[in-house]
């Protein structure tokens, strides 16, 4: 990923000089007279089973390294208990400030509380940490527009509507399945609003129908994004609720890894192929599922510019080191349970097989070589 942090180092240096308001943060980060070589930043990254996760991890390292700190990134492996002993060493090891994106929103209580104890800034990374008011930011996407952007994406897709807004042509009624993220996720919740509000007059109307009843979060949110259990939902969906000759003609999908084990499922049954593959949405905009829209499988994905979250989480980090307060431009949204948490958050884009050149590639974000493999080169 360094050929790409390089790229947009330039308009993080930029992004800082706009950084922080004046005043006292929640905590002091660092002393008058340090140097960023006295600093360290702890990095606790869910896990390195979903690229994006190891690009974030690596871009905000090399951003604070870029600027002398010292950094302490560690992955969890998608446990919890080793993410929070990795927060623990952190803490004990001296960290100046703590930029978290948690497995579990809800199971870091105990090692925010030793950081306020420790007047160590904490900065939750794209995932909200709940029930704590120890969370002094929180820097990610407008997650409710995202969930948004991927019902559209799929009334886009089945031709309800236009990508400008406007009415589409087909009629309906279309069979779809819903899929929702991992419910200890404060996100998918974010996500699943945002795509539900969207969906929820076309199923009134009777355009869109779910055949297997399931509409509930409950019922269709997939524990830690696990793309085996995506494909293992997306059978079991085929077996019990299109028995009878039906066809599935769309699914929302919340995560490409998701999107991944859905068009396993869906080619295993016979779509594809000879058999029309039905719209299947996506988010993160991670290569393999590129190369899919690129080809004309998966329909579309929501891209999160995760260069953009990393300079922004850097900006937060600096301005709590400098005793200041991070800008926020969302003061009302994201109540963790006990607080609302000030935030910062960025736009989002759908990217659909026309959008792969524009968004993705014109922006150094992939090249049409990794485009056309599937696989990035690093």
Same mark, same amino acid.
């Given at each position: 990923?360094?050929?790409?942090?390089?790229?947009?180092?330039?308009?993080?240096? &930029?992004?800082?000089?706009?950084?922080?308001?004046?005043?006292?943060?929640?905590?002091?980060?660092?002393?008058?007279?340090?140097? +960023?070589?006295?600093?360290?930043?702890?990095? /606790?990254?869910?896990?390195? $089973?979903?690229?994006?996760?190891?690009?974030?991890?690596?871009?905000?390292?090399?951003?604070?390294?870029?600027?002398?700190?010292?950094?302490?990134?560690?992955?969890?492996?998608?446990?919890?208990?080793?993410?929070?002993?990795?927060?623990?060493?952190?803490?004990?090891?001296?960290?100046?400030?703590?930029?978290?994106?948690?497995?579990?929103?809800?199971?870091?209580?105990?090692?925010?509380?030793?950081? =306020?104890?420790? !007047?160590?800034?904490?900065?939750?990374?794209?995932?909200?940490?709940?029930?704590?008011?120890?969370?002094?930011?929180?820097?990610?996407?407008?997650?409710?527009?995202?969930?948004?952007?991927?019902?559209?994406?799929?009334?886009?897709?089945?031709?309800?509507?236009? !990508?400008?807004? /406007?009415?589409?042509?087909?009629?309906?009624?279309?069979?779809?399945?819903?899929?929702?993220?991992?419910?200890?996720?404060?996100?998918?919740?974010?996500?699943?609003?945002?795509?539900?509000?969207?969906? !929820? +007059?076309?199923?009134?109307?009777?355009?869109?129908?779910?055949?297997?009843?399931?509409?509930?979060?409950?019922?269709? =949110?997939?524990?830690?994004?696990?793309?085996?259990?995506?494909?293992?939902?997306?059978?079991?969906?085929?077996?019990?609720?299109?028995?009878?000759?039906?066809? #599935?003609?769309?699914?929302?999908?919340?995560?490409?890894?998701?999107?991944?084990?859905?068009?396993?499922?869906?080619?295993?049954?016979?779509?594809?192929?000879?058999?029309?593959?039905?719209?299947?949405?996506?988010?993160?905009?991670?290569?393999?599922?590129?190369?899919?829209?690129?080809?004309?499988?998966?329909?579309?994905?929501?891209?999160?510019? $995760?260069?953009?979250?990393?300079?922004?989480?850097?900006?937060?980090?600096? =301005?709590? &080191?400098?005793?200041?307060?991070?800008?926020?431009?969302?003061?009302?949204?994201?109540?963790?349970?006990?607080?609302?948490? +000030?935030?910062?958050?960025?736009?989002?884009?759908? #990217?659909?097989?026309?959008?792969?050149?524009?968004?993705?590639?014109?922006?150094?974000?992939?090249?049409?070589?990794?485009?056309?493999?599937?696989?990035?080169?690093?």
């Amino acid at each position: 990923m360094s050929r790409r942090v390089l790229a947009v180092l330039g308009s993080a240096v &930029l992004a800082l000089s706009m950084a922080a308001c004046s005043g006292e943060g929640a905590g002091s980060g660092g002393k008058d007279g340090d140097k +960023p070589a006295d600093l360290t930043i702890g990095v /606790s990254m869910p896990t390195q $089973t979903s690229e994006r996760w190891i690009a974030d991890g690596n871009s905000v390292k090399e951003k604070l390294e870029a600027k002398g700190y010292k950094v302490d990134l560690q992955y969890a492996g998608d446990d919890i208990p080793t993410q929070s002993q990795q927060v623990d060493q952190m803490i004990t090891r001296g960290a100046n400030v703590l930029i978290i994106a948690a497995i579990d929103g809800t199971a870091l209580s105990g090692q925010l509380q030793a950081a =306020a104890d420790a !007047k160590i800034p904490v900065i939750a990374y794209d995932r909200l940490i709940r029930d704590s008011p120890n969370v002094d930011f929180y820097v990610s996407f407008d997650n409710y527009k995202v969930g948004v952007a991927q019902a559209t994406a799929l009334l886009v897709g089945l031709g309800v509507q236009n !990508k400008d807004g /406007s009415k589409g042509d087909a009629k309906g009624p279309f069979n779809i399945e819903l899929f929702a993220g991992s419910l200890d996720d404060n996100n998918a919740h974010f996500f699943f609003d945002g795509a539900m509000d969207t969906l !929820k +007059p076309f199923i009134e109307d009777g355009t869109l129908k779910v055949k297997s009843g399931q509409t509930k979060i409950e019922q269709v =949110a997939i524990l830690r994004w696990q793309q085996e259990a995506a494909q293992k939902r997306m059978e079991d969906l085929l077996t019990s609720s299109y028995n009878d000759g039906t066809k #599935v003609h769309g699914v929302l999908s919340p995560y490409d890894g998701l999107s991944r084990g859905i068009i396993t499922a869906l080619q295993n049954a016979g779509y594809g192929g000879s058999g029309e593959m039905p719209v299947v949405t996506g988010q993160d905009a991670e290569i393999a599922s590129v190369k899919l829209i690129n080809d004309g499988v998966q329909n579309s994905t929501i891209f999160k510019d $995760t260069r953009l979250l990393a300079e922004q989480a850097v900006v937060a980090g600096e =301005a709590f &080191l400098q005793g200041k307060t991070p800008e926020a431009n969302d003061t009302e949204t994201y109540n963790n349970g006990v607080k609302v948490v +000030p935030s910062y958050l960025l736009p989002v884009q759908t #990217v659909y097989k026309d959008e792969i050149k524009p968004i993705l590639i014109d922006s150094g974000y992939f090249t049409a070589e990794e485009v056309a493999a599937g696989q990035a080169k690093g």
